[in-house]
Nanobody
Framework: QVQLVESGGGLVQPGGSLRLSCATS????????MGWYRQVPGNQRELVAAITSGRSTSYADSVKGRFTISRDNAKNTVYLQMNSLKPEDTAVYYC????????WGQGTQVTVSS
């Protein structure tokens, strides 16, 4: 069983930055495709960014140029650097790991408001 623990969420003003972290318990972290999703009440969970074991990345159009996903295999951790945050980025952000099946973290709240 893979455990994912997110951190780094919080309240930030529009235009500000946050960095989310997701630490995993798996010793084979390096082979997982890792992703960040977000969800607002009443909406479906949506993919924000993903990074493969080969470090190929993909982003939702709404965050391209503002968010950066990265991974540190030595620390079994994936990051999401979020810059130029907008109120519409407000959501619960979930870490995801995929290898044969999906694993999810508990989520961390990000609120962008003045």
């Amino acid at each position: 069983q893979v455990q994912l623990v997110e951190s780094g969420g919080g309240l930030v003003q529009p235009g500000g930055s946050l960095r989310l972290s997701c630490a995993t318990s798996s010793s084979i972290f390096s082979i997982y495709t890792m992703g960040w999703y977000r969800q607002v009440p009443g909406n479906q969970r949506e993919l924000v960014a993903a990074i493969t074991s080969g470090r190929s990345t993909s982003y939702a159009d709404s965050v391209k140029g503002r968010f950066t996903i990265s991974r540190d295999n030595a620390k079994n951790t994936v990051y999401l650097q979020m810059n130029s945050l907008k109120p519409e980025d407000t959501a619960v952000y979930y870490c995801n790991a995929f290898y044969r099946r999906n694993y999810w973290g508990q989520g961390t709240q990000v609120t962008v408001s003045s």
